[in-house]
């Protein structure tokens, strides 16, 4: 039996705040149609000062497990993905198992920038197939707005808060159809956050918030997306007209267009939540997914196209017959 993994249940949670480009404009140099134009974002939610990643997975973890009517016990394998976890260890996937009370599973963390919901769906699609796991949590969570120096116009517009959640299991029809993922440490300084509390001397000064050259990022991100959708359709023989719908990483709707484009698909297939909701890194493809299945834009049976870039860079994709 050819075992295939596929997605049962998903969740999302976003904050209550709610911080405009008006906002914004009010502590920095920036303007609601500056923003919007470059980027595509409106707003973006922020989370509460008792928030954190784990708190915020365990939210977007429970409504995964309730979509899919899941025992929490038959879970094997806990994947969190996040940029901003509550410690340096435990890994937010420990926590996130201490909050969902689960005593017999494995749990952990992935971190790959703004690319980790698909590295973790990589990982869980390996353990699926290879018979070693048979339902898996996957959470992107993410509270970007205590990375980001609010007095940077370049980048404090850019991001916001949140968690996705999407739980697999096991099938012998189609799921996952295949994942691609890539890493390239040449980039590292062009997108980055330091750890001040393991600095050297060298770089112990160095303020601990997202530092970006976001034209050099735009070019790199169009470029490796670009081909991330070519390696995806040659490795399952497929057409671009036979992908149903795109769900992007939510970093600047150009950078969305420019692979719409690629793949000669109607903005109308691609799934969007960067208005409201900014860059929420290794939640937003997962987010943005919940989202469109929940109002039932996303069908069982259709062909799905999830990638993401970040930084590292790492980039990836994960093609899905839901
Ligand atoms: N409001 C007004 N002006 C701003 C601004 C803001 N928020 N941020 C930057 N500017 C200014 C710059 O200072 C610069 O001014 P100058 O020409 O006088 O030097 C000018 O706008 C152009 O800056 P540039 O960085 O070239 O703009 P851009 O068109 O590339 O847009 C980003 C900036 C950040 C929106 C865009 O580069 C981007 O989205 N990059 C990708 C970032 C990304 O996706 N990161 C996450 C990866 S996971």
Not at 49 to 69: V, Y
Not at 187 to 201: I, K
């Amino acid at each position: 039996m050819t075992r295939y993994s596929r997605i049962i249940g998903t969740g999302g949670y976003l904050p209550e705040e709610i911080r405009t480009n008006e906002q914004i404009s009010q502590t920095v140099d920036t303007s609601d149609s500056w923003i919007f134009e470059r980027t595509g974002i409106k707003s973006r939610r922020i989370a509460g000062p008792n928030e954190t990643a784990s708190s915020m997975a365990e939210i977007a973890a429970r409504q995964a497990i309730e979509a899919a009517a899941c025992d929490p016990e038959d879970i094997d394998l806990i994947i969190v993905a996040t940029g901003t976890p509550d410690r340096v260890y435990p890994s937010t996937g420990c926590l996130l198992q201490q909050r969902l009370g689960i005593k017999n599973c494995v749990a952990f963390d992935v971190q790959a920038a703004c690319s980790g919901s698909i590295f973790a769906l990589s990982i869980a699609d390996q353990y699926i197939k290879s018979g070693a796991a048979k339902k898996i949590l996957i959470v992107g969570t993410e509270i970007c707005s205590r990375i980001v120096d609010w007095t940077d116009r370049s980048t404090c517009i850019l991001f916001g808060d949140g968690a996705g959640a999407v739980l697999l299991g096991v099938s012998e029809e189609t799921g996952i159809l295949s994942t691609h993922i890539h890493s390239d440490g040449e980039y590292e300084d062009m997108l980055y956050c330091p750890n001040p509390q393991v600095a050297t001397e060298a770089n112990k000064d160095e303020a601990s918030y997202i530092s970006m050259r976001g034209n050099e990022v735009f070019k790199v991100a169009v470029n490796t997306l670009g081909r991330i959708v070519d390696e995806t359709l040659e490795a399952n023989n497929l057409e671009k007209s036979d992908i149903d719908w795109l769900v992007p990483h939510q970093a600047n709707i150009r950078i969305i267009v420019a692979t719409a484009k690629k793949l000669k698909m109607s903005m109308d297939q691609v799934v969007v939540t960067l208005e409201t909701q900014g860059n929420t890194s290794s939640a937003s493809v997962l987010l943005a997914f919940n989202e469109a299945v929940r109002d039932c834009r996303i069908q069982r049976g259709q062909v799905v196209l999830l990638e993401a870039f970040g930084a590292g860079f790492t980039w990836g994709s994960a093609l899905i017959k839901y």
